[in-house]
């Protein structure tokens, strides 16, 4: 089967390898319909260390199951399903109060795992736990849809949860990614009474505006907190939901949280210290909170929507790729030439 490889910084390639098969009877072997590119994929596409041996790329993916190991039950060959990218026993204490990603015998597609989802077809640890049947075909106009919840929509919601989202709060999202964007969707799906999209990508925001964002901020840095703060006057928001990962980011968002806020932080950090001290969050009983998405969590809850169209978190595709064209939709994503970009394996 062809499965995509980082080799090192801006080194992405699609080669031949091995089909996967069943090596644990709690793992299952799924034929991808549909993968793509996240944002975080650009993390190590800008600073991976040169390498002989490929990293399996990818960890959001729909496919069809093909093989399943003798503990598998619940699911059958021919099932479409989506595979949060964590994988999960779902049956531990930390999966049971909602925690997957913290699962002991979890661990996560991409790199590291040897279980990349830029694939034909990838090997599923944990089938059981991990896979959501879908009840619609592999023919669907929903498949880009139901993707989201493989990863993006899934981390948007986490992000607006944990910072206490509902009614009459006040939110600033902070990125015009595809979390960022479906975090505003979340926002507003949870009840928020104003949010405050920070982006510079005309594009992106006038999607945000559509999934539910009331004011739009260009302007980065010192420039961005001022103008949040004279858009809430001078008081910040209740919950700042952190969805890029970088520290200039993380410092934004201590600057317009308000006194007994939450800052909510879904963007991998790429920095290791930052600012929680008397000066930034103690003093004003700032909480922080965010981490790695169960995204398996929340399948069940989000998923109705997307079904009956309510929402249309696919909407944040933006450009639709073959398999063989992995590595220059990478580059369009690293441009900003492409929100997301879509994956079908078999185009």
């Known amino acids: 089967m062809r499965a995509t490889f980082m080799y090192g910084s801006g080194d992405v390639r699609v080669e031949e390898v091995p089909d996967p098969g069943i090596e644990q009877p709690t793992d299952a072997v799924v034929r991808v ?16 260390e040169k390498s002989d041996r490929g990293a399996p790329m990818g960890h959001e993916f729909l496919g069809v199951v093909e093989e399943l190991g ?26 049971r109060e909602g925690l997957h990603t913290s699962c002991p015998r979890g661990g996560f597609f991409g790199p590291g795992s ?5 694939a034909e077809a990838v090997r599923v640890p944990q089938a059981r736990g991990t ?19 493989a990863d993006v929509y899934g981390t948007g919601h986490h992000a607006a949860r944990t910072a206490h989202v509902g009614p009459r709060t006040t939110v600033t999202v902070i990125g015009d990614g595809a979390v960022g964007l ?20 005309e ?66 950090p790429q920095y290791e210290e930052a600012p929680v001290g008397p000066g930034s969050l103690f003093r004003h009983n700032i909480t922080l909170t965010g981490g790695p998405a169960p995204v398996r969590a ?14 249309d978190p696919g909407r944040v595709f ?30």
């Open 131 to 149: 896979l959501v049947r879908l009840p619609v075909g592999e023919d669907s106009a929903l498949l880009p849809s139901l993707l989201t919840l």
């Open 33 to 48: 319909v549909r993968s793509c590119v996240c944002g975080s994929d650009l993390h190590p596409y800008h600073t991976m």
């Open 114 to 118: 040897g279980c990349g989802a830029q």
């Open 203 to 268: 594009d992106r925001t006038d999607l945000g505006r559509e999934f539910g964002a009331t004011d739009v901020v260009p302007e980065r840095g010192k420039e961005g907190v001022e103008r949040v703060r004279e858009l809430t006057g001078g008081a910040g928001t209740h919950a700042v939901l952190e969805c890029v990962g970088y520290l200039d980011a993380y410092e934004t968002a201590v600057g317009v949280v308000r006194p007994g806020g939450v800052i909510s932080r879904v963007g991998v």
């Open 298 to 311: 929340y399948i069940e809850e989000l998923l109705p929507a997307v079904l009956d169209g309510t929402v």
């Open 182 to 201: 479906l975090a505003v969707l979340s926002a507003r799906q949870l009840g928020a009474e104003r949010i405050i999209l920070m982006g510079r990508h």
């Open 70 to 95: 003798t503990e598998v039950t619940g699911l059958s060959r021919g099932d479409l399903v989506v595979a949060p990218f964590a994988f999960a026993d779902n049956t531990c204490a930390l999966c």
């Open 318 to 347: 933006t450009r639709t790729i073959g398999l063989g064209e992995v590595p220059e939709g990478y580059r369009a994503m690293d441009r900003r030439e492409a929100l997301k970009v879509l994956v079908e394996p078999g185009r």
